[in-house]
T-cell receptor
């Protein structure tokens, strides 16, 4: 099992560009999450999904979009990159209530 | 008010010391509670779940006080490898709320 994988590891974007952060899990988990972590701060929830076809906003969804067409994949889309979106992005999955979250290794994004 | 609040530290302790971290949460409807460990520039990893009855895993003891909305983590006999940031996490309705973390450095 690869667990949770994320690509790319690192990316530099110009203001106004768009990109998709990829996340995949091979544990057949229903729940998936996207977080961002700014320096010296805790993780903040961007979007989450409780199953294929179902997504919901977290604490900081503005500037992002998600889709969940299959159980395995949960991509995060940035449409118009802004410097405020410079952060480390973590994807996580969860088998069910009361279980443990598994995190991917993160994507470091720099918007200049 | 923040969902989860932690003392950011840093805590600098000698090897072998006992150190305690505290955390409070604001929403009494929070359902489950965890401590995660995060090494520099890495993803968080689960250290332990926290139960009202208290639970222990080797040198680590976690405690939950629902009435006070307070969570603690005690590390005994600190090792150099315990140096990391410790994140307090609460779960409510499938959403996880993270504290900003407490930084621990264990000094030889």
């Amino acid at each position: 099992n690869a667990g949770v994988t994320q690509t790319p590891k690192f990316r530099i974007l110009k203001i106004g560009q768009s990109m998709t952060l990829q996340c995949a899990q091979d544990m057949n988990h229903n729940y998936m999450y996207w977080y961002r972590q700014d320096p010296g701060m805790g993780l903040k929830l961007i979007y989450y999904s409780v199953g294929a076809g179902i997504t919901d906003k977290g604490e900081v969804p503005n500037g992002y979009n998600v889709s969940r067409s299959t159980t395995e994949y949960f991509p995060l889309r940035l449409e118009l990159a802004a410097p405020s979106q410079t952060s480390v992005y973590f994807c996580a999955s969860l088998g069910g209530p009361g279980e443990t979250q598994y995190f991917g290794p993160g994507t470091r994004l720099l918007v200049l | 008010r923040k969902e989860v609040e932690q003392d950011p530290g840093p805590f600098n302790v000698p090897e072998g010391a006992t150190v305690a971290f505290n955390c409070t949460y604001s929403n009494s409807a929070s359902q489950s509670f965890f401590w995660y460990r995060q090494d520099c520039r890495k993803e968080p990893k689960l250290l332990m779940s926290v139960y009202s009855s208290g639970n222990e895993d080797g040198r680590f003891t976690a405690q939950l006080n629902r009435a006070s909305q307070y969570i603690s983590l005690l590390i005994r006999d600190s090792k150099l490898s315990d140096s990391a940031t410790y994140l307090c996490v609460v779960n409510r309705r499938n959403q996880f709320y993270f504290g900003t973390g407490t930084s621990l450095t264990v000094i030889p």
